[in-house]
């Protein structure tokens, strides 16, 4: 009796080869500039205004309502100013831009929390220059509205 051909057709690689672990690979995303929530509300807020003064005003769906609440939630930022002094205060570790906008979301108070959490920086930032950048960003921090 002859052997019988597999009835299943080989997989297809899945094109995803990201991963944030301590070694980053965003890979086709590695280019691609990221926001933190703060800055993507602070977005979303002035291409809204923009277009409502326009004759294309941007409609309002369930999933544009759910996103600003979700972004009113999780912004850790609100004025425009402390979004740009953050910024500028992450500018300073020399660290991908990806890890920037996770730090600016996750808002850890110490600097072996952002390690743990966003481990392809274990190795690129010291423990005392992550610690003051983080003290930094803690004095900017909106704690009541």
């Known amino acids: ?18 991963e944030a672990t301590s070694d980053l690979n965003l890979g086709e995303f590695a280019t691609v500039p990221t926001l933190s929530n703060s800055e993507t509300a602070l977005l979303l807020s002035a291409v809204k205004e923009k277009r409502m003064n326009t004759k294309n005003p941007l409609p309002e769906g369930e999933i544009l309502t759910k996103t600003e609440d979700y972004l009113d939630v999780f912004s850790r930022f609100k004025r425009k100013e402390s979004i740009a002094a953050v910024e500028k205060i992450l500018e300073q570790t020399n660290l991908a831009r ?15 929390e952002v390690k743990i959490l966003i481990p ?7 423990d ?7 003290d930094e960003i803690s004095k900017l921090r909106n704690f009541v509205d």
Do not use: W, Y
């Not at 005392?128 to 983080?134: R, T």
């Open 1 to 18: 009796m002859a052997a019988q051909q597999p009835r299943t057709r080989p997989k297809e690689k899945v094109a995803g080869d990201e």
């Open 98 to 112: 990806f890890e920037r906008s996770q730090i600016a979301n996750l808002c850890c108070e110490m600097a072996e």
């Open 120 to 126: 392809s920086i274990a190795n690129k930032i010291s």
């Open 128 to 134: 005392v220059d992550l610690q003051h950048a983080l």
